[in-house]
Structures are given as structure tokens and as C-alpha cells.
């Protein structure tokens, strides 16, 4: 969640502006990345998209007034985004997303078994750790190797089967619903 309540209130109207018209705020958003993606070519520079920031749609069935997503409209622009939905990962590991569009799980307090699950199925997890800011994450956690999340937000370009070692920053840091996880001697 943005720290900053105009950020905080920008997300809460371009919500409400998808679900009030979701066809119309697509194609919106698709006249953007046609933006992004002209801006990036003139600086000599690659763009990607993260689509979910706050929120969880399944981007690659959302199609606006077409009806054809946007990972279809632009196959040469990479999108990755983080989800909760074990479905939506598991058809990414199958090969039925569009091959430019990449998912890391996020584990939750919720679903901290489905995670292991997914990550020993090749899927990157994201996980929260207990670990303040200049020290180091864990070596592992499940038995899976942890990489440190914080260093860029670029998931598509990790190995797969990782674990995406997040520091808790803001309120999580004060977290006690196992949302954090709280971890002692760097493995586990």
C-alpha cells in the first residue's frame, strides 16, 4: 500500500474506474502502454509491466473492447506481476499464459503450504522476512533457495524455484499474524 494517501487514493479510483467500466479502462490502459513502450524505445531502453500492484485480476483474460489481452496486443513488451492464486500459477508452469507474462506466487499466512508446493513445482514464492534492512536474508526457506527480492522488482528475470526473500517494511514490520516470517539461524 503507498505510504502517501494521494497514491493510496489514485489506486482506490483506478479500481473503481475498472469496475465501473472495465472494457473502456483496458483500453485506456492499453493507449498508456502503447506510451510506455514509445517513451522506452526513444531512451534506448526496454520497458516491462507489472500490471497488479495492489490487486490480483487475471490480466491475461482481460481483453477491453477487442477482446483480445494485452499480453497479446504487445508479444514484445515483457509483464510479470505477483499473485495469490495457486491456478493462475500453475498455468503460467504449463505454458498456458502468454510467454511474455511471468507470475511469482505470494505466500501469505494463509497459504504457506501451497507455496512450498508451488516452489517445488518451479514456481518463484515471494515471502516476507523478519530480516531488517542491511542484513542478510535467509540461505533458505522449505528447503528452497532464498534470493534477495529487494535488490529489483524484475521477477521474470529469476531463476525458477526460488524463493523471493522480501525484508517487512512499513506496518509489516510489526506483523504478528505469520504474514512475516520470523526465522532464527538463516535456513530452514
Request: with cysteine.
Amino acid at each position: 500500500m503507498g505510504a502517501f494517501a494521494n497514491v493510496q487514493d489514485a489506486r482506490i479510483a483506478k479500481t473503481h474506474a475498472f469496475f465501473r467500466s472495465p472494457r473502456a479502462f483496458v483500453e485506456t490502459l492499453a493507449e498508456d502502454i502503447a506510451a510506455l513502450v514509445r517513451k522506452a524505445e526513444r531512451a534506448g531502453m526496454e520497458a516491462c509491466v507489472r500490471l497488479n500492484g495492489t490487486s490480483d485480476l487475471p490480466w491475461e483474460n482481460l481483453g477491453g473492447e477487442t477482446g483480445v489481452p494485452l499480453m497479446r496486443r504487445f508479444p514484445a513488451l515483457r509483464f510479470y506481476d505477483y499473485t495469490k492464486s495457486p491456478a493462475r500459477v500453475r498455468a503460467f508452469l504449463a505454458g498456458r499464459l502468454p510467454p511474455n507474462y511471468s507470475l511469482t506466487f505470494s505466500r501469505s499466512e494463509c497459504n504457506g503450504e501451497t507455496a512450498l508446493e508451488l516452489a517445488a513445482e518451479g514456481a518463484n514464492v515471494a515471502c516476507v522476512f523478519a530480516t531488517k534492512k542491511g542484513d542478510a536474508l535467509p540461505k533458505k526457506w522449505g528447503g528452497r533457495p532464498v534470493i534477495d527480492g529487494d535488490t529489483h522488482d524484475l521477477r521474470f528475470l529469476d531463476k525458477r524455484g526460488r524463493i523471493v526473500g522480501l525484508r517487512a517494511k512499513g506496518k509489516a514490520k510489526k506483523d504478528e499474524s505469520g504474514f512475516v516470517i520470523h526465522q532464527e539461524g538463516g535456513s530452514t
